[in-house]
C-alpha cells in the first residue's frame, strides 16, 4: 500500500528532500521542531558573513537528507538495517539539535545554565515520545547509544557523522566561505560497518584529510573569526548585567516573555514547567529583549544593548600567548573612563579569554580507516604528509575584547 503523503522539500543545497513517512511529518510538523525555524544555526555571524541566516530547521532537514543517502548505501552493501531502524534513525538525526536554545551555542550554559543542548535535546524528545505515544523509543535508544548497532548512533554523533557534514556544506555555502566545502557524497559512497562500526573504505582516506581540514578553517575563518567572538561575547555580556543587576521589582527588565524566566526565576531545575517554557523561547524573545534593554537606565546594560543592535562590536585581538595583566587593566581602565562607567563594571568593557579546536578527538570518537585487505586503522594513525603531525593536538588562541 502506498503512503497517502508524500512531500517534497527544495534544499538550496542539496536539491530536492523527500518526507514520506507519517512519524517523520509529525515530528515537522510539531511546535517544538517548528522552533528551529527561528533559531539561527550560525548565531551571531551574521555580522560578519551577511548570508549566514539560515537557521537550525535548515540544518536538520539537511542532516536527514544525509541520513537517507546513507542508510540507502550501508543497505547497498549488505548492511542489515530494518524499516523500523531505518525510520529510528531518521527520527534521531531531525531532533538532535532540538535541544539548541536562541542562538545555539553562543548562550550554551549562558542562558540556561549548568544544562547543555544534548541533554535538553534528550528531555524534549522524550516529552514528544509521550504525546506520540512511544514511536520515538527506538530514536532516543539509537540517540543515546543504547542500541545494539552502534554504527546507528555514530552516523549521528560521531567524527564523520551526517550532522558534521551537513554543517560544514551549509555553513559554507551560506556563509560563502569556500574552505568548507567537503566531498560528503564520496564520503557517504565509501562508508562501510564492520563489527557494528561505522568506518570508511581506504579509497576515501583523501576526502576524509579533507573533511578534518575543511572543519579546522571553518572553525577560525568563521566559527571563532575575532568580529563573530566579539559579537557573541557581547550578547554573554548582557545577559550577564541582567543578572547581576536583576531584581523582582524592575520592571524595565521584564520582557513579557519565557525569557524572564531564566533571567531572573530559574532555579537551575530543568523539570515539566522549565522545559515548557525553554521550548517557547527563540532567537526573537533575545532581540525583542535587546531592543528593550538598550533603553534600560543601567548605563551598561543600555551601552551593551546598543552597540550591539548597530554592530558597534568590541575590538578583537587574538594572539597566541596570553595577553600581560598591565596591558588588559590599562585598556579596561581607558574604556572606562571613555564611556563613564563605575569602576566596579570594567569588565564588561575589556576582558580577556581563550579559544580553541581541536581537529580530531582521539580520546572517545575515532575515524576507522577500513583496508582492502581487512586491515583497520585509525586515521591519526596513517601516514600522510597533510594530517599526520598533530592531528589531534589543540590549538589554543587568547583572545582580548575591549569597547573602543
Known amino acids: 500500500m502506498t503512503n497517502p503523503k508524500r512531500k517534497i522539500i527544495n534544499d538550496p543545497v542539496y536539491g530536492?528532500?523527500?518526507?514520506?513517512?507519517?512519524?517523520?511529518?509529525?515530528?515537522?510538523s510539531h511546535p517544538y521542531y517548528q522552533r528551529l525555524r527561528r533559531i539561527h544555526q550560525m548565531a551571531m555571524a551574521q555580522l560578519v558573513y551577511p548570508g549566514a541566516v539560515h537557521t537550525r530547521l535548515h540544518h536538520s532537514l539537511g542532516a536527514y537528507h544525509l541520513m537517507c543517502n546513507a542508510v540507502a548505501e550501508l543497505r547497498s552493501k549488505g548492511v542489515v538495517i530494518t524499516e523500523e531502524e531505518?525510520?529510528?534513525?531518521?527520527?534521531?538525526?531531525?531532533?538532535?539539535?532540538?535541544?539548541h536554545g536562541p542562538f545555539s551555542h553562543a548562550l550554551e550554559h549562558v542562558l540556561v545554565k549548568g544544562?547543555?543542548?544534548?541533554?535538553?535535546?534528550?528531555?524534549?524528545?522524550?516529552?514528544?515520545?509521550?504525546?506520540?505515544?512511544?514511536?520515538?523509543?527506538?530514536?532516543?535508544?539509537i540517540f543515546t547509544d543504547q542500541y545494539h548497532k552502534p554504527f546507528l548512533h555514530q552516523l549521528i554523533s560521531g567524527q564523520l557523522d551526517v550532522d558534521r557534514m551537513d554543517y560544514l556544506s551549509r555553513d559554507s555555502f551560506f556563509s560563502g566561505v569556500s574552505e568548507g566545502v567537503i566531498g560528503y557524497d564520496r564520503i557517504l559512497k565509501m562508508l562501510v560497518v564492520h563489527d557494528g562500526n561505522l568506518m570508511v573504505e581506504?579509497?576515501?582516506?583523501y576526502s576524509v584529510e579533507k573533511f578534518l581540514v575543511a572543519r579546522r578553517q571553518m572553525y577560525w575563518q568563521v566559527y571563532l573569526h575575532k568580529t563573530v567572538l566579539a559579537a557573541e561575547k557581547m550578547l554573554v555580556k548582557i545577559l550577564d548585567r541582567v543578572r547581576e543587576i536583576y531584581t523582582v521589582d524592575?520592571?524595565?527588565?521584564?520582557?513579557?516573555?519565557?525569557?524572564?524566566?531564566?533571567v531572573g526565576d530559574f532555579s537551575g531545575e530543568m523539570n515539566a514547567e522549565a522545559l515548557e517554557k525553554f521550548c517557547a523561547i527563540d532567537d526573537h524573545d533575545v532581540?525583542?529583549?535587546?531592543?528593550?534593554?538598550?533603553?534600560?537606565p543601567d548605563p551598561v546594560l543600555s551601552l551593551l544593548c546598543t552597540r550591539l543592535l548597530n554592530r558597534q562590536l568590541y575590538k578583537t585581538r587574538i594572539q597566541a600567548t596570553p595577553f600581560e595583566e598591565t596591558f588588559v587593566q590599562t585598556c579596561?581602565?581607558?574604556?572606562?573612563?571613555?564611556?563613564?562607567?563605575?569602576?566596579?563594571?570594567?569588565?564588561?568593557?575589556?576582558?580577556?579569554g581563550e579559544a580553541s579546536n581541536t581537529l580530531y578527538q582521539t580520546k572517545d570518537e575515532r575515524i576507522h580507516i577500513f583496508f582492502k585487505d581487512g586491515t583497520i586503522r585509525d586515521i591519526s594513525q596513517i601516514d600522510n604528509a597533510l594530517i599526520h603531525q598533530n592531528l589531534s593536538a589543540p590549538v589554543k588562541k587568547f583572545y582580548i575584547c575591549t569597547l573602543t
Not at 581506504?202 to 582516506?205: C, F, L, N, Q
Open 332 to 352: 579596561r581602565e581607558d574604556a572606562r573612563k571613555k564611556f563613564g562607567i563605575e569602576t566596579g563594571a570594567g569588565n564588561y568593557l575589556c576582558f580577556t
Open 86 to 99: 531505518e525510520i529510528a534513525v531518521k527520527a534521531a538525526i531531525l531532533l538532535h539539535d532540538i535541544g
Open 202 to 205: 581506504e579509497k576515501a582516506i
Open 16 to 28: 530536492f528532500i523527500t518526507i514520506q513517512h507519517p512519524l517523520i511529518f509529525a515530528i515537522i
Open 287 to 296: 532581540m525583542h529583549a535587546i531592543k528593550r534593554w538598550s533603553r534600560h
Open 115 to 141: 544544562v547543555n543542548h544534548e541533554d535538553l535535546s534528550i528531555r524534549i524528545m522524550q516529552r514528544m515520545n509521550e504525546e506520540l505515544e512511544g514511536q520515538l523509543s527506538l530514536a532516543i535508544q
Open 250 to 262: 524592575d520592571a524595565a527588565l521584564r520582557t513579557l516573555s519565557p525569557l524572564d524566566f531564566f
